[in-house]
């Protein structure tokens, strides 16, 4: 299920259509969208560093330093050195509204941690939501040039912008970033209880794919704490081209190494239901309604009455006309002769009968 996400964000969207974007979102009972969304991040750089692809990354970092993610490329084994040429950081998380700028006095000049071995930028005024979709798209044109070539936008915590700015203007971003020519594709996480219910399905609104994280409510009771913070659900509703929607469930071990993927199992499956669009009517039938519905006696079925069913369509069979000059049944008694006949009377005589003949055979066509 995360390759079919890759390759969503990888392939992007094609000509005219809208980037796909995806939504990681988690609460405080399985808070491990930030290990989903490094996975992503690990799995675009690991297909950009070996120069399969012509696109870039933009790394929006509004929760986490650069820092973090020189660590997270370098714990990779990725290397770093030309990581110039298809990775970008805005710096949103040291200094995003400029507190410490004016504290020093100084302008608004581009500032690199020592640590730093990406290329970061500055970014001072999250609140403006204007400003920061042109310093994203700069930073990606710095990539990838004017060409047709493409590049992805990584934003690590939506829910920051939502503390900073309306759910609209961030709507609004969202949306002018997936509509851009040179966008490929958007993810980013949030942290669903955090936000009024109307905030995250307006983000589920606008995204193709929604991941959800969630605890593994099947655990042991006894370790049910532990597991709660070492593995869970990873539910990803996929709107596809064509309008349907395919719902997918694996579950996930946050490890040492990273983070790994398992199948659901039978029992489990009760989870992808869930997922489903709920409807206001039950599809499926009860005990009592299935005894019900098989006492219903439908039109013209026999009782039986252990004698074989038998359906007169209205017409003598062979046997019938071969036996229509003896007018008495072998038990001695004269069949009645009007059973199965259409009597037909007309209203009056003027009415022609039936014939063969063209009723149209006077006009003059």
Not at 90 to 108: A, E, Q, V
Not at 199 to 226: I, Q
């Amino acid at each position: 299920m995360s390759d079919s996400i890759f390759r969503n964000l990888r392939d992007g969207a094609l000509e005219g259509e809208l980037a796909p974007s995806l939504t990681i979102k988690d609460s405080i009972s399985s808070p491990f969208s930030i290990n989903i969304f490094s996975h992503t991040l690990l799995q675009l750089s690991s297909h950009l560093a070996a120069q399969k692809s012509h696109t870039g990354i933009v790394i929006v970092a509004l929760s986490r330093s650069p820092s973090f993610y020189t660590d997270l490329l370098k714990n990779k084994g990725l290397e770093l050195a030309s990581s110039s040429k298809w990775i970008h950081v805005l710096d949103c998380y040291t200094d995003p509204l400029g507190w410490k700028d004016k504290t020093r006095k100084s302008g608004n000049v581009n500032v690199a941690s020592e640590r730093i071995a990406l290329d970061a930028t500055s970014y001072k005024s999250v609140k403006d939501m204007d400003k920061l979709f042109l310093a994203i798209t700069d930073l990606g044109r710095g990539l990838v040039g004017e060409s047709k070539s493409r590049f992805c936008v990584a934003i690590d915590s939506i829910s920051e912008l939502l503390r900073h700015a309306t759910l609209q203007s961030v709507a609004g971003l969202l949306s002018n970033l997936r509509s851009h020519d040179q966008i490929s594709s958007i993810f980013g996480l949030v942290h669903s209880d955090l936000h009024e219910e109307k905030a995250a399905a307006a983000l589920e609104y606008m995204s193709s794919m929604v991941a959800s994280v969630e605890p593994d409510h099947h655990s042991s009771e006894t370790s049910l704490s532990e597991k709660n913070f070492t593995q869970g659900k990873f539910n990803v509703r996929l709107k596809r081209r064509n309008g349907r929607v395919r719902v997918m469930c694996e579950k996930f071990k946050v490890e040492a190494g990273g983070i790994s993927f398992a199948s659901v199992s039978a029992e489990d499956g009760t989870t992808v239901a869930g997922l489903l669009p709920k409807v206001q009517f039950n599809l499926q039938l009860s005990e009592k309604e299935q005894i019900d519905r098989a006492k219903v006696v439908l039109p013209f079925e026999h009782q039986g009455n252990g004698s074989p069913i038998q359906i007169y369509d209205g017409r003598k069979s062979l046997e019938e006309s071969n036996s229509e000059g003896s007018p008495l049944s072998k038990g001695g008694k004269k069949e009645d002769s009007t059973l199965g006949e259409i009597i037909y009377f007309r209203d009056s005589d003027d009415e022609m009968p039936d014939s063969d003949e063209d009723p149209d055979d006077d006009l003059d066509i």
